[in-house]
C-alpha cells in the first residue's frame, strides 16, 4: 500500500485553498502554495544534501507553518522527521540525537546557542537554520528552500508500516523512548479523528500544542490536511491570544490541554470574545477534572474528553459531544479501526467495572521504539499494545482512564487511584490544581500526599484540604500530607511529572 500525498492532492483539486496561518511569522499557505513550497525542501534534501529513504532529520524549532512544511517535505522525500523538545538541556537533546542519529538537523535561530553546544557531542552531517544569520558549514533554510525543485522529485512508494517520524516519549518513568509512527499510524488517526468530530474541508482548526508532540504535530493536523481544512499555529498560549485568533479566524474545532482549559476558564475577559464559530473543543494529554467539564458546561461549551499516547497515533478515545457532560470523567468509546481490552495482570480479558490494563491494537499503533527491542517486546505483546494505563468501561461501553498503573499505590492492603482523589481535591473552590502521590508509611506501606496549587487571592490549609476529602472518600484514600506549590511541575505534553513529585518527597524525607 503506498502513501499518497494527502497536500499535493488538494492541491491538485483546490489549489487556492488556505491551508496554513501563522500568525507569528505573517506566513500564510494555500495548499498549492504548501505543496509547491514542501516540494522545495524535499528536493533540497534529496539533491543537495543527499539524503536517501530512511534517513532521518532532526528538527528543534517552536510551532510554526514552516514546521508542517518540514513535516511534508519529508513524506515526499522518503527521510524520516524527528522531532525535539526545544525545553529539554543540553545532555537531554544529546542523548536523543546520539540515540536517533540524525544525518540532517533544521534548527531555528533563537536555539543557535544549543545547537553550537551540540555540534561536538552528536554525529550530524547537516545544519540548517530557521532565521537570518548564516550557519557555519551549513544552509540557511530560505536557502534551502530556493535550492530546491519544486519539480524536482518523485515521491517513494511507501508502505503503512514505514516510518514517517519518530517522537520521543516524554520520559516521565525514565529515560526517553523514541517511537516509531508510520504513515499508516497517521493515517488512521486522520481516519478515526477525522470521524468523530465530523471534520470537513469546510473546517478551521487552531493548533496551540507544542509541535513537536504528538498532540501537535498530528493529532488534529493529520485530519485537518487529510481533509482539506484549514489550520492555524499559534506559536505558544497566552489567553487573549488564543481566544482572538479563534475569533478572527472562525476556528471550529481544536483540541487544549486541562491545564489550558484551567487557565481560560480564570481568564476575565473570557465572555467579551465571540466564540460562537467553534463546534467541537477537545480536551486531552491528562485527565479533565469533571467540575472544569460542568464549569464550561454552564458556559454552553462542551469539551470533549480524549485519550492518546504518543505510541498510538496519538488518538484512541474521544467522547462524543452528546454524553461529554452526563459521562464527565469519561473518554468515550474507541475512535474507528481501534479496538481496546481491558485486562488483569495476568492478561486475562476483564468485564464492566473492572479496572485493569488499557490494551490497544489496530492501524494506529506504532511498530516499536527505536534501538529499543526490550521496551518494544514489553510494550507490544500478542498484537496489542500494553499501554501502562489503568482503565474500565462502564455497562454502557464508556471507558475511564482511571490512572497510569505505576501511578497507583497500595495504602493496608487496598489499592488507591490518585486520578480519583485529585478530582474530590480539585472541587475545593479555592484550588486550582492537584496532584496526589504515594509515599512509604511504616504503618500503611503507603499513603497519599496531595500537591496542590491554591487560586489566586484564596487560603487554604493543610487541615482543610484533608477535612474536605472526608466523607467523599475512603478513609484509606484520603491524603495524610498535603504541600502546597505555586505551580505543578509538567511535561510538554502537559502532563504532571509524578516522578518529580515522589522525588521531592524523597529528598524532604531524607
Known sequence: MYHFDWIKRHAERTPDKLALVDPHSGLELTYAQFDRRASRLASFFVDKLALQPGDRVSILAGNSADYYVVLMACAKAGVILNTLNWRLAVPELEYILNDCQP???IYESEFAVTVDALRTRIDCQHFVVMGDEAVAGGWRYDDALAAGDPNGVVAPCLRYEDTWCILYTSGTTGRPKGAQVTYGNFFYNAIGMGQAIDLTSQDVNLNVLPTFHAGGLGLYAGPTFHAGGTLVVMRAFDAAGLLGLIEQWRVSALLLVPSIYLMLSQFPDFDRYDLSSVRSWASGGSSLPPALVKQYASKGIVIQQGFGMTETGPTVFIIDRDNAVRKAGSVGKPVLHTEVTIRDRDGNVLGPNQVGELCVRGGNVTTGYLNRPEATAEALRDGWLHSGDAAMFDDEGFYTIVDRWKDMFISGGENVYPAEVENVIYEHPAVAEAAVVGVPDPKWQEVGRAFVVVKAGQTLSEEEVIAWCQGKLARYKIPKSVVFL?????????????????????????
Not at 505555586?486 to 522525588?503: F, H, I, Q, S
Open 103 to 105: 544525518r540532517a538537523l
Open 486 to 510: 505555586d505551580v505543578l511541575p509538567r511535561t510538554a505534553a502537559g502532563k504532571v511529572l509524578k516522578r518529580d513529585l515522589r522525588e521531592w518527597s524523597e529528598d524532604t524525607r531524607s
